[in-house]
């Protein structure tokens, strides 16, 4: 009698089904075994303030999974062997405000007109691998239009292109005439923003919505008036209370953050009432919105470097006269200003906001801590590694050199509490277990 279709089927299946349960095991133990590296520096600077001499890490995989003194760490057999002698390691470094779409000379005023969202997916290319080799292995994006920060974001996750870990923001939330949107031009020109334009706490819900829809990690918004914009003050509110505590609740609710945009002012003030978990430039910060900041646990990312090298070098690289005179008109009282605002006890985060040719220059802005905040190096370091971890939700996982923490690390030939100024000048720079940058 020939067999039924049914029990030939049910043969075959049970059979294949046999054949797979017993390859998977051989399958799995022919997988190579995770690469280990011992990497043994004079110090190790954890991130948390403290040091280890004679230090030795062990990384497998992608994971810290010993640091110590050498003395008292043990090496795996068949372990990759560094021996630094002369170097300090580091946790990777955190820019908590980037702009990684732009780049020099991108036509200015004109760029609106000639440039497409695949503009900024080059620039972004090119800058992030600056940025990783400078040792900033985490970023956090402040606004990028047509989401193009998201796409570079997976991009770099999925391993096509090299670059640090991206948190992106989408395009900024900005009013219509501020700061986020472009003015000077005939109202008979239908001109694009630099981020998207919404008027109203029901638009700024929808567009929070939005954003993270199509991929954000937090929410820029805009809520003063800038140094790189048209005919607005820099301390000029730009969203009043209801917008901003919308923007605050939604993101809240969808599990985001939200980051602002403010210099001065009452628009400083109220988004640090709304709830935003960071203040951005913070150039003109006053007594009152210390107290404000300090009671609600806001952070104050600075972007030192970018402001100063607008007024001392801003005429040479084409930026406007008019940013120049606005950044010029605050330069003294916002050192000053910022320097308070640090002494009082403000958490701080490292940013840049970098733009142009600070894309892989963003090491200096420790030394701007050290000289303007008056912070010691040690604190300049933590403030750009675990203070940033932190503000970004993933000091569990980044931020310091700790066993079990991501292998995200950075190597410098010398002693940056001696002279910080190396951190500007990386030698080893290695992200996930993976060395990326090395002499």
Do not use: C
């Not at 096509?160 to 700061?179: C, E, N, Q, V």
């Amino acid at each position: 009698m020939r067999p039924s279709l049914r029990i030939l089927t049910s043969a075959v299946s049970a059979s294949f089904a046999l054949s797979f349960a017993t390859a998977t095991p051989a399958s799995a133990q022919a997988a190579p075994a995770p690469r280990v590296t011992a990497i043994h520096v004079d110090r190790v600077i954890v991130g948390d303030g403290t040091q280890i001499a004679d230090a030795m890490v062990i990384v497998r995989g992608e994971r810290i999974i010993d640091v110590g003194p050498a003395s008292t760490v043990r090496v795996p057999a068949g372990a990759t062997r560094l021996e630094l002698a002369g170097y300090t390691l580091l946790p990777g470094f955190i820019d908590a405000h980037t702009h990684l779409t732009s780049i020099d000379n991108d036509g200015g005023d004109l760029a609106v007109l000639k440039e497409t969202p695949a503009h900024g997916a080059i620039y972004a290319t090119i800058n992030a691998k600056k940025t990783l080799d400078a040792g900033f292995t985490t970023v956090r994006e402040a606004g990028s239009t047509d989401y193009v920060d998201v796409v570079v974001r997976d991009a770099i996750t999925r391993g096509l292109i090299p670059g640090p870990r991206i948190h992106a923001s989408g395009p900024a939330l900005g009013s219509t005439g501020g700061h986020a949107d472009v003015n000077g031009w005939s109202p008979f020109l239908d001109v694009p923003g630099t981020g998207v334009i919404v008027d109203g706490a029901d638009a700024v819900r929808k567009q929070v919505r939005t954003n993270v829809k199509y991929g954000a990690d937090q929410i820029k918004i805009v809520a003063t008036g800038g140094i790189l914009s048209v005919g607005d003050a820099v301390g000029a509110a730009q969203f009043g209370m209801d917008e901003l505590t919308a923007a605050v609740a939604e993101a809240t609710r969808l599990g985001r953050k939200v980051m602002a945009h403010a210099h001065a002012g009452d628009g400083l003030k109220a988004a640090v009432l709304a709830g935003v978990a960071s203040i951005e430039h913070g150039s003109l910060v006053d007594d009152e919105a210390i107290g404000f900041m300090k009671q609600k646990g806001t952070y104050l990312v600075p972007t030192l470097i970018i402001l100063e090298e607008i007024v001392t070098d801003g005429v040479r690289k084409g930026v406007p006269a008019n940013s120049i005179a606005k950044a010029t008109a605050i330069a003294v009282d916002r050192r000053a200003r910022l320097r308070a605002a640090y002494k009082a006890g403000v958490k701080f985060a490292l940013g840049t906001d970098a733009t142009s040719d600070i894309h892989g220059r963003n090491g200096e802005e420790f030394k701007y801590m050290v000289d303007i905040l008056g912070a010691t190096p040690m604190e300049a370091i933590t403030v750009g590694t675990m203070n940033g971890a932190t503000l970004l939700g993933v000091e569990q996982e980044l931020g310091s050199v700790a066993t079990g923490k991501l292998a995200d690390l950075v190597i410098v030939k010398g002693d940056p509490l001696r002279d910080i100024t190396l951190l500007a000048r990386v030698s080893y720079v290695m992200k996930g277990g993976v060395m990326t940058k090395q002499p």
